[in-house]
């Protein structure tokens, strides 16, 4: 499986993101590998993957306005 890092511009943007995509990024492409070891396209994988994170933003931004 492509490193997804190689399709996305170079930027001098945070150091903190970056090193933590670093770190997580193995495990969410493990997450993608094994859900296609179950059957599911790449783009269904990751697309869950996504959604799954979104939602996540969504609940932190609610406890953020309360």
């Known amino acids: 499986m492509s490193n997804v890092l190689e399709f996305r511009p170079k ?3 945070d150091e903190s ?4 995509r670093e770190a997580l990024e193995p495990a969410v492409m493990k997450i993608v590998s094994d859900a296609i070891g179950k059957g599911y396209t790449a783009a269904e994988a990751a697309m869950v993957v996504a959604d799954i ?9 609610r406890q953020l306005q309360h």
């Open 53 to 61: 994170a979104d939602d996540y933003i969504l609940m932190l931004s």
């Open 11 to 13: 930027s001098p943007q």
């Open 17 to 20: 993101l970056s090193d933590c």
